[in-house]
């Protein structure tokens, strides 16, 4: 399973110092060789070095650097040796007002370089109730190489974002299941995953992992869910 765990606008440097700290310290027992954790804290707190997770970038601007005043370039996130990128989430989509056209800017940089790359789809309450997402998130993955080896794929419905209401597992798997047709990137669902619900969510069909938001601001209740998930790990700060 993968667990990943989006810090958003949360987080100093030194409080991601010891967040990061204690997930080094939880996770010193080992994780099953089967799970991966990431962690996308904001860019200011990156750690200059981690071991027992990969650090992830939340947003970067498509360019090495150069004049894009208030953006992060590719120089940037490779000081802290950063090859692994979200792209695409609802957030910027809708409050930063990235549109489509950037966003499969940002997903060719971030794949001319190799990055791994976690692309989010999802659709909007709208959609939801006019049973029209999977035409939604159709829609947002045009023009973006669903066969890049180094993709993720993370399926996160903008009305299941921090609203505590967590897709149904009928409709995660059905929308897991259309992604399935389109790619073989491991698959990720995302919106209100907790320590209630995240191995249910991680029992179903074609569920390669969760993109956790809330419940993974907290290292220890980041690390429970990882307890929860990952069968090796035990040892818990
Ligand atoms: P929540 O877990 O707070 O719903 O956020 C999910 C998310 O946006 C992860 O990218």
Known sequence: MILAANLKCNHTRA??????KALEEGLAGGISREDEILVFPPASAFCAR????????????????????????????????????????????AILGE?????????????ARGWRIVFCVGEDEAAFAQNCSEEFVAAQLEGIDLKYRNLILAYEPVWAIGTGRSAQCEQIEKMLRSLRTKSSAPLLYGGSVNAE?????????????VLVGTASWDASKFLELIRVVSHRYTSLP
């Open 15 to 20: 409080s991601f110092e010891q967040y990061a």
């Open 197 to 209: 619900n995240i191995a249910k969510i991680c029992a179903i069909k074609g569920c390669d992992g």
């Open 99 to 111: 549109s489509a056209e950037l966003i499969r800017e940002k997903f060719s940089f971030a794949a």
């Open 50 to 93: 981690v071991k027992n997770f990969t650090q992830g970038a939340q947003n970067f601007y498509p360019a090495a650097h150069g004049s894009f005043t208030g953006e992060i370039g590719g120089d940037m996130l490779a000081e802290f040796d950063v090859k692994t990128v979200l792209i695409g989430h609802s957030e910027r989509r």
